[in-house]
């Protein structure tokens, strides 16, 4: 794929970073597919939403940076399939949890978006 494709995910990273550190929908919006899948694949903790369900969570949830917590996050790889579909492996830490999420991006319109976020995680060992 071409380096501006590469540029084009890693903004979007970016920005799905941040929002989450922020908790901020309105950032998240720009990121997630209006059609988005959001699935939490922990036992025990299994959840399945979509977009507009997700981000009222988000609203209810005080922000990791509110809270002091630093950001740290990682993008493991990217992966095209095609000019339209691609995949993210990332890993992150927040709310005392240590994530891994497989995202699944296609293109929207002229932009990629997150059209299905797949993670799991488990309690921060500290």
């Not at 000019?83 to 492996?89: D, E, H, I, K, Y």
């Amino acid at each position: 794929m071409t380096p501006a494709a590469h540029n084009e995910v890693g903004a979007l990273m970016e920005a799905y970073f941040e929002g989450l550190h922020q908790a901020d929908s309105a950032l998240l919006r720009k990121v997630f597919h209006p059609r988005l899948a959001y699935v939490c694949a922990t036992e025990g903790d299994e959840l399945y939403l979509d977009l507009e369900t997700y981000m009222a969570r988000v609203d209810s949830r005080e922000p990791p940076a509110k809270r002091g917590e630093a950001r740290e996050e990682e993008i493991l790889e990217i992966a095209f399939a095609s000019g339209r579909l691609a995949r993210v492996s990332a890993r992150m830490t927040m709310m005392g949890r240590d994530f891994h999420d497989l995202l699944t991006l296609v293109r929207h319109g002229s932009e990629w978006r997150i059209v299905a976020k797949v993670f799991s995680y488990v309690p921060r060992k500290d």
